[in-house]
Nanobody
Framework: VQLVESGGGLVQPGGSLRLSCAAS????????MAWYRQAPGKERELVAS???????NTAGSVKGRFIISKLITTNSVYLIMNSLKPEDTAVYYC?????WGQGTQVTVSS
């Protein structure tokens, strides 16, 4: 299984980013997937998850701002992040709960 994240970068407060997670060796059609993040000096935390059937769960700290989705045709999972705040700064990881990607850095700063 390989999960490859992309789409991170530097963005100003209030801005938006879309993270992508390209999966191989696993089908997002039949697998639960999630995005986690880890800020410096903090524990890794769940941001959002999506079940095999498409049901989603979003952490309270990002509810209403972040949306998780998946696209079967590209076998990918996405995290759309709006109204970004400095406290969203972290390394974001894609996971199938048995495998993890390498992470992509998101920095929110003016």
């Amino acid at each position: 299984v390989q999960l490859v994240e992309s789409g991170g970068g530097l963005v100003q407060p209030g801005g938006s980013l879309r993270l992508s997670c390209a999966a191989s060796g696993i089908s997002v059609r039949t697998s639960a997937m999630a995005w986690y993040r880890q800020a410096p000096g903090k524990e890794r935390e769940l941001v959002a998850s999506i079940s095999a059937s498409g049901g989603t769960n979003t952490a309270g700290s990002v509810k209403g701002r972040f949306i998780i989705s998946k696209l079967i045709t590209t076998n990918s999972v996405y995290l759309i992040m709006n109204s970004l705040k400095p406290e969203d700064t972290a390394v974001y990881y894609c996971t199938s709960f048995t495998s993890w990607g390498q992470g992509t850095q998101v920095t929110v700063s003016s």
